[in-house]
């Protein structure tokens, strides 16, 4: 009986938070033992983790597989052995298997699916071909590396599905019944709609009504949940529908992109797709436990603690008078708390006869330029949100939807970290502040949500303490019961003399990271430039094109039809013979100056070697689009942009530049950041710059005909490094795909062609030559990585950028 009891209780289900309890003491135990198991091989595809953890069965994975043979008995010594202490009901599942080599794979999307994240079929192929294992280099590009992660099975869903909660299902849409109190994982997009009863998902209650959500379920964060909170007949009837936004085609140009989305079948969807067949696949998956997942990934729910459910409670209660500042340590949970408690305030109401309207939505401050929500990198932004968001910050890396929400205005800080000119970024965010008040005229019920960056310490904790004094907001909230005093005690005394609120909570550090903060900023500024928003449809798409192929804007710097009137760098003054070659390649912000007062009255500082700006000056003509513009009346900003500009001499390139040493920023009162933009190539004959940019023309012509003068910001971001190794990827995945075709079998040679015909054989040839030319452009070398033998032309290649990142061509262009 004890046996048996025992047995009930280890298979029961657990909730996220007794786990991580059990693993906490169960680690506390195992730090003991003396003994160190060696580390396990990881495969190639998956990126490494931030911090990488070892799991709490490292003993048992170590051990060989011979000792999976022993008795029942022997066994059982064994556990009586070590003293770990769990408490009833908090004893999780522990198989863990031996992780097997994980390819990374890009599957043809037309004819394998959305939702397919290889197959076995090229498994043979990627062997030869798969992406090597590197570390993150100076450039800030980093690929997949092994670092070795062991697979823990997790539950996941309380609920399993069968056939008896399965109202109906096809092969596009799933529709369920959830009791209450129980709750669904799912992984990958997905619609949802629900029918009947309300149900919670990230923070939002969600009620009945005609209204679709998007939601993305990725496996580089922890996974919503989506609990039934109450219900019709003690159930609520949720539909699940695929939906192709395109951004799961983002892996066939980048590795970070790989093993993100659901893969093969769950057993769960097999018993769905039943009646339509095997062979159909849904861009999302359902999970019963981690165990479910193909790829053998490291899952696990998004958790929100007790405390932080009754502080999202007593938050919203205040309405409209809630102006919140969300701080604390990295890494402590201060984005899902924020995103929790944004999801919450925009909670739908349930429908009423005089028909719903939307509330007055909520303002959400963004001081974080590091990692921020919905804008790229390097920039703080005021949003006004109308709609909950779910899914992590790299889809929806930037707002332009009325529905649901915009951006009221931004600023580009030019780095990751305030902490490079914290001047610069207090007047920015006081400026945000002040736009906030006049979105109170309009909207007088909106609150605010401030979102405050990791840097807490030192200056960082200053400048907190100033903007609690002086910002007149009704609560902090501070992410840590761990202090430390020395911020805790400045933190409370700023409150006490602003009479505002201050809640403490406890932080809620993410377990596992499958990509690091490098990598998750690569990945958001990949999926900035990739993103669309076309006006016939409600929800973004991303393209699939390389972006090297995308169609540049042609601006004019200098002549009739002068577009970009100036060019700035962030930081350190920039040598006039080195301005070329730090923009050819490099992310720049496009800025709109609005007024003269933007730029500091004292003069420039004389620059050696320079032609003066009266070559070019008298015309106002801009081409932003590639197409000649109207011509329009001389404004009050370009005499005082051009008495700041000296020109290089031998690209003309307008430098604006005012300070001693370092560069004065932009008054952020007198300009605002329009978003960011890649300078492809610089043509000096013709006077233009080719810039990508998913900036919408109508902004950039709308800046102009309010008399704004448009200025190109270098800053200290990383280079683009992902931008220019897409096409390599692309033509990897093209020679992937047609080798799981011609050859199906996963044991045929990749590199014979012996079985091949002719015809064949010549469009094989086709597909490794285009990979050659991806591999040996201009503006691309292969580097070795110490740690292996890389050879030239495999995937595991690490790019670094030469000094010309485009050729000054016009086929390019073209």
């Given at each position: 009986?004890?046996?048996?009891?025992?047995?009930?209780?280890?298979?029961?289900?657990?909730?996220?938070?007794?786990?991580?309890?059990?693993?906490?003491?169960?680690?506390?135990?195992?730090?003991?033992?003396?003994?160190?198991?060696?580390?396990?091989?990881?495969?190639?595809?998956?990126?490494?983790?931030?911090?990488?953890?070892?799991?709490?069965?490292?003993?048992?994975?170590?051990?060989?597989?011979?000792?999976?043979?022993?008795?029942?008995?022997?066994?059982?010594?064994?556990?009586?052995t070590e003293e770990v202490p769990l408490k009833k009901n908090e004893d999780i599942t522990r198989k863990a298997r031996d992780r097997k080599p994980e390819p990374v794979v890009s599957s043809d999307h037309e004819e394998q699916g959305p939702s397919?994240?290889?197959?076995?079929?090229?498994?043979?192929?990627?062997?030869?071909?798969?992406?090597?294992?590197?570390?993150?280099?100076?450039?800030?590009?980093?690929?997949?590396?092994?670092?070795?992660?062991?697979?823990?099975?997790?539950?996941?869903?309380?609920?399993?599905?069968?056939?008896?909660?399965?109202?109906?299902?096809?092969?596009?849409?799933?529709?369920?019944?959830?009791?209450?109190?129980?709750?669904?994982?799912?992984?990958?997009?997905?619609?949802?709609?629900?029918?009947?009863?309300?149900?919670?998902?990230?923070?939002?209650?969600?009620?009945?009504?005609?209204?679709?959500?998007?939601?993305?379920?990725?496996?580089?964060?922890?996974?919503?949940?989506?609990?039934?909170?109450?219900?019709?007949?003690?159930?609520?009837?949720?539909?699940?529908?695929?939906?192709?936004?395109?951004?799961?085609?983002?892996?066939?140009?980048?590795?970070?992109?790989?093993?993100?989305?659901?893969?093969?079948?769950?057993?769960?969807?097999?018993?769905?797709?039943?009646?339509?067949?095997?062979?159909?696949?849904?861009?999302?998956?359902?999970?019963?436990?981690?165990?479910?997942?193909?790829?053998?990934?490291?899952?696990?729910?998004?958790?929100?603690?007790?405390?932080?459910?009754?502080?999202?409670?007593?938050?919203?209660?205040?309405?409209?008078?809630?102006?919140?500042?969300?701080?604390?340590?990295?890494?402590?949970?201060?984005?899902?708390?924020?995103?929790?408690?944004?999801?919450?305030?925009?909670?739908?109401?349930?429908?009423?006869?005089?028909?719903?309207?939307?509330?007055?939505?909520?303002?959400?401050?963004?001081?974080?330029?590091?990692?921020?929500?919905?804008?790229?990198?390097?920039?703080?932004?005021?949003?006004?949100?109308?709609?909950?968001?779910?899914?992590?910050?790299?889809?929806?890396?930037?707002?332009?939807?009325?529905?649901?929400?915009?951006?009221?205005?931004?600023?580009?800080?030019?780095?990751?970290?305030?902490?490079?000119?914290?001047?610069?970024?207090?007047?920015?965010?006081?400026?945000?502040?002040?736009?906030?008040?006049?979105?109170?005229?309009?909207?007088?019920?909106?609150?605010?949500?401030?979102?405050?960056?990791?840097?807490?310490?030192?200056?960082?904790?200053?400048?907190?303490?100033?903007?609690?004094?002086?910002?007149?907001?009704?609560?902090?909230?501070?992410?840590?019961?761990?202090?430390?005093?020395?911020?805790?005690?400045?933190?409370?005394?700023?409150?006490?003399?602003?009479?505002?609120?201050?809640?403490?909570?406890?932080?809620?550090?993410?377990?596992?990271?499958?990509?690091?903060?490098?990598?998750?900023?690569?990945?958001?500024?990949?999926?900035?430039?990739?993103?669309?928003?076309?006006?016939?449809?409600?929800?973004?798409?991303?393209?699939?094109?390389?972006?090297?192929?995308?169609?540049?804007?042609?601006?004019?710097?200098?002549?009739?039809?002068?577009?970009?009137?100036?060019?700035?760098?962030?930081?350190?003054?920039?040598?006039?013979?080195?301005?070329?070659?730090?923009?050819?390649?490099?992310?720049?912000?496009?800025?709109?100056?609005?007024?003269?007062?933007?730029?500091?009255?004292?003069?420039?500082?004389?620059?050696?070697?320079?032609?003066?700006?009266?070559?070019?000056?008298?015309?106002?003509?801009?081409?932003?689009?590639?197409?000649p513009s109207t011509t329009t009346t001389t404004t009050t900003t370009m005499p005082t942009l051009e008495s700041n500009i000296t020109r290089t001499s031998k690209e003309h390139l307008p430098y604006l530049f005012v300070g001693a040493g370092s560069s004065t920023p932009l008054d952020p009162k007198s300009s605002r950041s329009l978003g960011l933009a890649i300078v492809r190539s610089i043509k000096a004959t013709s006077h233009q710059l080719?810039?990508?940019?998913?900036?919408?023309?109508?902004?950039?012509?709308?800046?102009?005909?309010?008399?704004?003068?448009?200025?190109?910001?270098?800053?200290?971001?990383?280079?683009?490094?992902?931008?220019?190794?897409?096409?390599?990827?692309?033509?990897?995945?093209?020679?992937?795909?047609?080798?799981?075709?011609?050859?199906?079998?996963?044991?045929?040679?990749?590199?014979?062609?012996?079985?091949?015909?002719?015809?064949?054989?010549?469009?094989?040839?086709?597909?490794?030559?285009?990979?050659?030319?991806?591999?040996?452009?201009?503006?691309?070398?292969?580097?070795?990585?110490?740690?292996?033998?890389?050879?030239?032309?495999?995937?595991?290649?690490?790019?670094?950028?030469?000094?010309?990142?485009?050729?000054?061509?016009?086929?390019?262009?073209?």
């Amino acid at each position: 009986m004890k046996r048996k009891a025992e047995k009930q209780q280890a298979a029961a289900p657990v909730s996220a938070f007794a786990a991580r309890k059990a693993r906490q003491q169960q680690a506390q135990a195992q730090a003991v033992e003396a003994s160190v198991k060696p580390a396990h091989t990881e495969s190639a595809g998956e990126p490494p983790s931030k911090k990488p953890r070892r799991s709490l069965d490292d003993k048992t994975i170590a051990q060989p597989i011979v000792e999976e043979r022993q008795t029942r008995s022997q066994k059982q010594k064994a556990l009586k052995t070590e003293e770990v202490p769990l408490k009833k009901n908090e004893d999780i599942t522990r198989k863990a298997r031996d992780r097997k080599p994980e390819p990374v794979v890009s599957s043809d999307h037309e004819e394998q699916g959305p939702s397919d994240e290889g197959s076995e079929d090229e498994d043979a192929i990627v062997e030869e071909a798969g992406v090597m294992s590197v570390s993150e280099n100076g450039d800030g590009y980093e690929s997949p590396a092994d670092t070795p992660v062991q697979t823990v099975e997790f539950p996941l869903s309380k609920a399993r599905l069968n056939k008896n909660n399965i109202v109906y299902s096809d092969e596009d849409t799933l529709c369920v019944r959830i009791r209450e109190k129980l709750s669904f994982v799912l992984i990958g997009q997905y619609d949802l709609w629900v029918k009947r009863g309300v149900v919670s998902l990230m923070g939002a209650k969600l009620h009945p009504s005609p209204r679709v959500y998007r939601v993305y379920a990725p496996s580089t964060h922890s996974l919503p949940v989506l609990k039934c909170v109450s219900g019709v007949d003690g159930a609520a009837e949720v539909e699940f529908k695929s939906c192709h936004s395109g951004i799961y085609r983002l892996r066939e140009l980048s590795p970070l992109y790989q093993r993100v989305w659901n893969h093969k079948n769950t057993p769960a969807d097999k018993l769905s797709l039943q009646k339509v067949g095997g062979a159909s696949k849904r861009t999302f998956s359902v999970l019963h436990t981690s165990g479910d997942d193909p790829l053998n990934r490291h899952l696990r729910p998004l958790h929100m603690e007790k405390q932080w459910s009754a502080a999202i409670k007593s938050l919203s209660q205040r309405g409209g008078r809630l102006q919140v500042l969300i701080c604390g340590p990295k890494a402590s949970g201060k984005s899902t708390f924020g995103r929790y408690l944004l999801n919450h305030l925009l909670s739908p109401a349930p429908q009423t006869e005089s028909q719903y309207r939307n509330t007055d939505g909520v303002a959400f401050l963004d001081l974080d330029p590091g990692q921020p929500e919905f804008s790229p990198m390097g920039q703080i932004y005021l949003a006004h949100l109308r709609s909950p968001v779910f899914g992590p910050p790299f889809t929806h890396p930037a707002l332009d939807s009325r529905r649901e929400g915009t951006i009221i205005r931004a600023h580009h800080i030019g780095a990751t970290s305030p902490k490079e000119d914290p001047d610069h970024y207090v007047l920015a965010a006081t400026n945000l502040l002040e736009h906030y008040r006049a979105l109170l005229a309009s909207y007088p019920q909106c609150p605010l949500i401030i979102n405050y960056p990791g840097w807490i310490f030192g200056l960082g904790l200053e400048v907190a303490t100033y903007l609690v004094r002086s910002l007149g907001l009704s609560d902090v909230v501070y992410m840590s019961e761990k202090g430390p005093m020395e911020v805790v005690e400045p933190l409370s005394q700023a409150a006490r003399a602003a009479k505002t609120a201050l809640t403490i909570l406890p932080s809620q550090p993410t377990e596992f990271v499958s990509r690091s903060s490098a990598q998750l900023r690569s990945m958001q500024m990949q999926s900035y430039f990739h993103l669309s928003h076309p006006t016939e449809i409600a929800n973004p798409l991303w393209l699939e094109g390389p972006v090297s192929r995308t169609k540049p804007f042609l601006v004019h710097y200098a002549g009739p039809k002068q577009g970009i009137y100036g060019i700035m760098g962030s930081g350190s003054q920039i040598s006039l013979d080195l301005l070329a070659e730090s923009l050819e390649g490099a992310l720049v912000a496009v800025v709109a100056v609005e007024s003269p007062t933007a730029i500091p009255v004292a003069g420039p500082t004389p620059l050696p070697n320079s032609h003066h700006h009266d070559d070019y000056a008298g015309h106002d003509e801009m081409d932003m689009d590639a197409k000649p513009s109207t011509t329009t009346t001389t404004t009050t900003t370009m005499p005082t942009l051009e008495s700041n500009i000296t020109r290089t001499s031998k690209e003309h390139l307008p430098y604006l530049f005012v300070g001693a040493g370092s560069s004065t920023p932009l008054d952020p009162k007198s300009s605002r950041s329009l978003g960011l933009a890649i300078v492809r190539s610089i043509k000096a004959t013709s006077h233009q710059l080719e810039l990508i940019t998913p900036i919408p023309g109508s902004q950039i012509r709308g800046a102009v005909e309010q008399g704004h003068g448009i200025v190109l910001v270098r800053g200290l971001l990383d280079n683009p490094n992902w931008a220019i190794s897409e096409e390599y990827y692309l033509a990897q995945a093209a020679e992937r795909r047609f080798r799981s075709r011609v050859r199906p079998g996963r044991h045929s040679n990749p590199k014979s062609t012996g079985d091949l015909g002719d015809e064949q054989v010549r469009i094989l040839g086709t597909l490794q030559d285009r990979i050659r030319r991806a591999q040996n452009v201009p503006w691309m070398t292969v580097v070795e990585d110490r740690r292996h033998v890389v050879q030239r032309g495999q995937e595991g290649a690490l790019w670094k950028l030469r000094k010309k990142a485009y050729p000054d061509s016009g086929s390019e262009a073209e």
